[in-house]
């Protein structure tokens, strides 16, 4: 099989759970433009019907999936829509998340549960479901999972607010990657994470007013994330050019844990 062959997405169905802006639709481009059709879940219509007219521009095939992803009974309706509308699941994409500035005690108990049930319970019901119906019967499938250099450091640094809640929660993710790679090679199906650096985006809005450069001078690249720098990550890991790798975190951050 030819690289181009490895990396095409052609004919393949691809979930990406908080999928409507940010680091999510950037990645559904990625995935889109090599093929695949892509299902973006997220809470607000307005933002997916933007996202999905976005991506129509592109040649890209989408479908939109209002769904709260903090409310686990509200996850195997949505999957059984992407599965029914779409096809069966080939790529699962664990992006939805958020954050919570505060230090550890100040940190309110609801934001702590607030940034668990999205970060990490999300992930495990969508990664069940998906499982469930798709991947494990099809004895095939991609997972990537979003995680965060926060997730890989401790992440304390002077000026910037404590994000403990958040910083643990990604860290849950680089575990739960491990252990299901190694529960779900068995069924043919490869679990990956990436671990973006700083991006800006929507969620990091507030960071990036407070620090300015000081966020960028962090990593040995001397640059923040960009538009293009998720994609190729990404499509290696949901693609077959990634069959053998699996329970691997890649870091994707200019070399900020490079230091």
């Known amino acids: 099989?030819?690289?181009?062959?490895?990396?095409?997405?052609?004919?393949?169905?691809?979930?990406?759970?908080?999928?409507?802006?940010?680091?999510?639709?950037?990645?559904?481009?990625?995935?889109?433009?090599?093929?695949?059709?892509?299902?973006?879940?997220?809470?607000?219509?307005?933002e997916l019907d933007g996202a999905c007219a976005h991506l129509k521009k592109l040649g890209i095939e989408s479908l939109a999936l209002p769904c709260d992803m903090s409310n686990p009974a509200a996850i195997p309706a949505m999957v059984e829509e992407a599965a029914a509308r779409l096809g069966p699941i080939d790529i699962l994409v664990n992006n939805a998340g958020t954050t919570w500035g505060a230090d550890m005690l100040d940190h309110p108990l609801e934001a702590w549960k607030k940034v668990m049930d999205l970060n990490l319970t999300a992930m495990f019901v969508t990664s069940q479901e998906v499982g469930r119906r798709s991947m494990v019967p099809r004895r095939r499938g991609r997972i990537v999972n979003i995680a965060s250099v926060l997730g890989l450091v401790g992440g304390g640094e002077p000026g910037r607010p404590g994000t403990i809640g958040y910083n643990t929660s990604k860290g849950g993710v680089v575990s739960f990657t491990r252990a299901l790679a190694a529960e779900w090679a068995r069924h043919g199906i490869t679990v990956n994470a990436i671990a973006p650096g700083f991006f800006p985006t929507k969620m990091t809005q507030g960071l990036l007013e407070m620090m300015g450069d000081k966020v960028a001078s962090k990593a040995p690249l001397n640059r923040v994330g960009g538009p293009e720098d998720l994609k190729g990550t990404a499509v290696l890991l949901a693609s077959d050019a990634s069959a053998f790798i699996t329970g691997q975190v890649i870091a994707v951050d200019g070399g900020y844990t490079a230091i």
């Open 1 to 46: 099989m030819s690289v181009r062959e490895l990396f095409d997405l052609t004919g393949h169905v691809a979930l990406v759970t908080g999928g409507s802006r940010g680091l999510g639709l950037q990645i559904a481009e990625g995935l889109g433009e090599m093929g695949a059709r892509v299902a973006l879940a997220a809470r607000k219509r307005d």
